[in-house]
């Protein structure tokens, strides 16, 4: 299926691995030429010469975090008009609410709500003007079904979800889309190192704390995130310009619901 990229351009957050890496590979499959950024610059440049070398698609990295005005900064000089984003972020470290404070709030917020929010405030006006646009928040499967231990995570998410709902009604009329993808539980890093913990903590293996995980889930495995980012890539199809203001949730069925 030709989703209709082909020349358009795109800025994937957090790309170097995971789920940002593999929207960055479905999108350049389609000829889309990517930027990516990412904290470390050597895993980095191995990902977008890797992603460049299997599709062809001009990738260019661009090192630095997208947390700070500087870090935005450079990677809307290397794209200034792009036709895509997808924002990501690894999400805030697990705990106690009570043992919260205030900077580990405003850490959180930065993250995963006020800096998504603030690049699309960026690239809005220059999507509308061409009537083109495809935004897509990476947020968390936490957002329909909070995980206890993860509140920093539940509220900055939500929060983002919230402040793009009527946005996203707003913009699409000039066809801008802005829709949010929901992951579960996905083969990434993250995953196995949260399952790396507790296995140390059960005097198990790594293997079968990622395999209980798969058998909660009514697929009966955890998610690629190559199928993460094949989503990804069909939310900023061309023809997808009727999808407005969704969370599509990927997580195996895990959340239970006649309508999700």
């Known amino acids: 299926m030709d989703l209709g990229l082909k020349g358009k351009s795109a800025i994937v957050c957090a790309a170097s691995k995971g789920l940002g890496r593999a929207c960055a590979t479905a999108l350049a499959r ?31 990295p661009v090192a630095g975090d997208i947390t700070t005005e500087a870090g935005r900064a450079a990677a809307l000089a290397a794209c200034p008009a792009p036709d895509i984003l997808v924002n990501n972020a690894g999400g805030p470290p697990p705990g106690d ?14 993250s995963n709500m006020l800096t998504p929010l ?12 061409r009537r083109f646009g495809r935004i897509v928040n ?12 993860l509140g920093l995570s539940n509220g900055a998410r939500a929060g983002l979800t919230g402040a793009v709902a009527g946005l996203a009604r707003q913009v699409a009329k000039h066809n801008v889309t802005i829709n949010n993808l929901l992951p579960g539980p996905f083969l990434t890093d993250r995953l196995r190192a949260n399952s790396a913990e507790a ?27 190559a199928e993460f980012g094949e989503a990804c890539a069909f939310l900023c199809a061309a023809s997808s310009g009727f999808i407005v203001g969704q969370n599509l949730l990927l997580d195996g069925g895990a959340f239970n619901a006649t309508m999700a």
């Open 199 to 225: 296995a140390a903590k059960a005097g198990r293996s790594v293997d079968d704390m990622i395999a209980e995980r798969a058998k909660s889930s009514p697929a009966g495995r955890v998610g690629d995130p």
């Open 138 to 149: 990476i947020t968390s499967a936490a957002v329909k079904s909070p995980i206890a231990t």
């Open 30 to 60: 389609e000829g889309v030429s990517v930027v990516m950024t990412a904290r470390n610059a050597a895993t980095l440049e191995q990902a977008a010469a890797e992603i460049r070398a299997a599709t062809g698609a001009k990738v260019t």
């Open 118 to 129: 603030a690049l699309i405030r960026a690239v809005l006006d220059g999507m509308c003007a």
């Open 97 to 110: 609410f009570l043992g919260f404070d205030h900077d580990d709030w405003i850490r959180a917020l930065e």
